[in-house]
Each structure stands twice: as C-alpha cells, then as structure tokens.
C-alpha cells in the first residue's frame, strides 16, 4: 500500500490476514454482511448479519449506515451506530467479533477531519517525551487488538513516570500537531491514536 493515495476498509480474514478493499466514488455504496453476496463478506463471524452495514460515499464523505440491518449492531470507536455517521481516518467499526478499520489518504477531508499525508507531523518534529507519549497510548492496540482503546493518562503517566498534568500538557499539544483539537473531547484520543498509526509515526514494533 506504499504510496498510496485513497480510501480502504482494513480488516482480517478468516486465518487471520489482514485484507484491505478498496473504496472509490465509483461504487458509491459498499455492503458488508455475512453473506456472499456482500461487498465485504464476513461469513466466518456468526454474529455478523447477513447484511450487516452498508459504507456510502455521500457529498465526498465516506458514512457508514446500520439503520436496523444488523442484529447484533455496529459499533465505531465503542459506540454503537444509530442510523448514519460519517466515517473519520482511523475509526474501528466494529461488526460482531470482527474489526474493520477505515483509512483515508485522499486528503478530501474538511478542515474538522483533514488528514491528507501532508499535514502529518514528522517524525522529526516530535520530541522524544512527545512520541513516546504516542507509543503509550496507542499500547493497547498492540497486534491489531480488535477492542482496544487508548490508554488513559494514568496509564500513560504511570508508564512514563510522569505527573498527569504533564500528560495533559503533552497531549493538548500532540492534538494540536495532528489537527484534532477541535474535536469533541471524547473523539481526540481515540482519533489521534488512529493517526499516529495511520500515518506510520508510530508502528507496531514499538507497540
């Protein structure tokens, strides 16, 4: 995927490989169930619906809809879907006991979820405190760890042996770095985590 400019839907197969499907505006409406028939078939997870969800391009945004398809639901970033959300780099949607993760490389976004590679902070431009904060808290999401959810700033300060507040001040400027800030604070951790993944700041390896 090196290189690549666009739009993908991650996730792992049934042995365990990570696939990814590509999203162009083309076909403006993915289905992704347990049926065959389903753009994105998840017929080894038997808690996935037949047609489970449904990702539609709508006014250069990519969403994602639920709507009552599914029977057990959908859930992004923990929180279950009611009827249409647009989808944000780095959201985990969640179908079952499968993981599927959105990215976006086409800089199409606006000014509350631009991501395009340009505006990714270096690697060069964090301090060494600031990315070992990153490593902290994208932790749990060790090995592609399908529920996961960024540490918390007592984990992270416990694990830096630093004082929250400090935390605090780091990451409000890590925020700022990736363009979150104008987030809802519930969204920031849980997006830039997904950026500094995303991006390739922070790799598994030093998970």
């Not at 037949?50 to 992004?76: C, K, M, P």
């Not at 009611?82 to 006991?97: C, E, H, N, Q």
């Amino acid at each position: 995927m090196t290189g690549f400019r666009g739009s993908f839907l991650r996730f792992s197969d049934e042995a365990g490989q990570q696939q990814e499907l590509m999203l162009t505006p083309d076909l403006q409406r993915v289905t992704i169930g347990r049926s065959s028939q389903a753009d994105l078939t998840l017929s080894w997870d038997a808690e996935v619906s037949r047609l489970h969800a449904a990702v539609e391009y709508l006014g250069a945004q990519w969403t994602i809809i639920d709507d009552g398809l599914s029977r057990n639901g959908t859930f992004i970033n923990g929180e279950r879907l009611v009827g249409r959300r647009r989808l944000a780099p780095g959201d985990r949607i969640r179908m079952g006991t499968s993981l599927v993760a959105f990215h976006d490389f086409s800089g199409v976004a606006d000014d509350a979820t631009r991501t395009s590679t340009g505006s990714f902070p270096t690697l060069r431009s964090l301090t060494d405190t600031q990315r070992s904060v990153l490593i902290a808290l994208c932790r749990p999401y060790k090995n592609n760890a399908g529920f996961a959810t960024p540490a918390s700033n007592q984990q992270i300060a416990g694990e830096l042996f630093l004082s929250v507040d400090a935390i605090k001040t780091h990451l409000r400027t890590l925020f700022s770095k990736f363009g979150v800030e104008d987030l809802p604070q519930n969204q920031k951790r849980v997006r830039l985590a997904g950026l500094a993944l995303q991006s390739g700041i922070i790799a598994d390896r030093d998970l």
